[in-house]
């Protein structure tokens, strides 16, 4: 199957049922994908998508560039969700990792995609996790925390974000442009 080429629907389809449900709100669709790519994608270079869910962005990015593509993501069983596409796929520049984001070494990384990653902890609208509860405090945390890790990135790092207030970007990153309404943002640091 070519990705490069495929409808949100056709990709959506290979979900299971409730994944499938929660796409319009939960993944980032492919024209959005193929914006933020176009801004990142340089080749021979690193890409971290903070968050990777279902695995939507780095499986549609990879098939589009030569980059290597990671996504990390807290729930075990969309991680292995992800990694089966990837293999259905055959992408050999895609990767996820299982993990807590805090225990990742950002400088291994060259640009970022963040689509809203800790909305959970403040908006239960199509959860996936049950026994998740409202915790602006975390939230927050979170926010702080990767606004610092942004900050410590070199010169010339770029970061696009889709939805949200952009409160993780630092003041030392200058916005390049944006689309979708202001809901698609790119980024780059500027010092």
């Known amino acids: 199957m070519e990705l490069a080429h495929i409808s949100d629907e056709e990709f959506d389809s290979h979900y299971p049922l409730k994944i ?11 024209s959005v994908v193929k914006k933020a ?8 270079q690193s890409i971290l998508d903070i968050g ?21 993501e807290k729930k075990e069983s969309l991680v292995k969700l992800s990694q089966k ?31 809203n990653a800790f ?14 509860t409202i915790d602006p405090e ?11 890790k942004f900050d410590e990135a070199p010169k010339g790092t770029k970061i696009v974000t889709y939805c949200g207030d952009c409160r993780e970007i630092p003041d030392s990153y ?3 442009k944006s689309s979708n309404r202001g809901k698609l943002r790119f980024w780059v640091k500027r010092d």
């Open 85 to 115: 596409l990837m293999v259905e796929f055959g992408l050999k520049n895609v990767s996820f990792i299982h993990g807590d984001i805090k225990e990742l070494d950002f400088s291994q990384f060259d640009h970022f995609y963040f689509f």
């Open 37 to 44: 790519i176009a801004y990142l994608g340089v080749d021979e």
């Open 138 to 148: 975390y939230h927050q945390i979170m926010i702080d925390w990767l606004n610092q």
């Open 174 to 176: 200058s916005l390049v």
């Open 20 to 30: 499938r449900k929660v796409s319009g709100t939960q993944w980032t669709p492919i």
């Open 52 to 72: 990777s869910g279902a695995g939507k962005f780095c499986l549609i990015a990879g098939a589009l560039v030569n980059s290597k593509i990671i996504g990390i």
């Open 119 to 132: 909305e959970e902890n403040v908006n239960l609208n199509d959860r996936l996790d049950r026994d998740l």
